[in-house]
């Protein structure tokens, strides 16, 4: 199974840069995902890792190290509409996903 | 209009009473899932299914049954319901298994147990 770690809340200011952690321990790995899920709404596709190094898309960046069981979602300059839970999930070698609880992101003006 | 349905929205239901939560996608995906939602617990997997025909078990599928008769349809029922069986359930459909292949959810169903 999978152990996925990442904060509960996070506070940050409105075009500032927050940095999410997430760290995992799994018996296969075969992929980390980032969703993004606003309040009420379902989850939605940000990022994927599956080699070692950084993927950026726009505003958003996410980081892997698999020897390290270690992935960050950067946001940049953010914005309010950025306020969302964002959710870190693993792919195990089934093709699984486990999700860990999620961070709530709040931007403040 | 391309995507996942689920209904219905919401629901409250008494204890004991049996009811089945409809899931259809319309992308032709291979593979299906349907997801819990608790606070402070994430998403956890009931049931998955990689095609047609078949489905296995997720990490919390006690209490739940699910079926795949064709690629766009996925039910998922409780067959005597329980209040802890209270929670936002989201279905999800991917195209195939591995790579970049991302899941994408539909817009959930809210279920009250009483």
């Known amino acids: 199974g999978q152990n996925i770690d990442q904060p509960t809340e996070m506070t940050a200011t409105e075009g500032a840069i927050v940095q999410i952690n997430c760290t995992y321990q799994t018996s296969g790995f075969n992929g980390l995902f980032w969703y993004q899920q606003h309040a009420g709404e379902a989850p939605t596709f940000l990022s994927y890792?599956?080699?070692?190094g950084l993927e950026e898309k726009g505003r958003f960046s996410s980081f892997l190290s698999r020897s390290k069981g270690y992935s960050y979602l950067l946001l940049k300059e953010l914005q309010m509409k950025d306020s969302a839970s964002y959710l870190c999930a693993v792919r195990d070698a089934d093709y699984k996903l486990s999700f860990g609880a999620g961070t709530t992101v709040t931007v403040r003006a | 209009i391309a995507g996942i349905t689920q209904a219905p929205t919401s629901q409250i239901l008494a204890a004991g009473r049996r009811m089945t939560l409809r899931c259809t996608q319309d992308?032709?995906?291979?593979?299906m899932y349907w997801y819990r939602q608790d606070l402070g617990l994430g998403l956890r997997l009931i049931h998955y299914s990689n095609t047609a025909g078949t489905t296995g078990k997720g990490e919390v599928p006690d209490g739940y049954s699910v079926s795949r008769a064709n690629t766009d349809d996925f039910p998922l029922t409780l067959a005597s319901a329980v209040p802890s069986q209270t929670s936002v359930y989201f279905c999800a459909s991917s195209d195939s298994l591995g790579g970049a292949d991302t899941q994408y959810f539909g817009p959930g169903t809210r279920l009250t147990v009483l």
């Open positions: 992308m032709r995906h291979n593979a």
């Open positions: 890792n599956v080699l070692d």
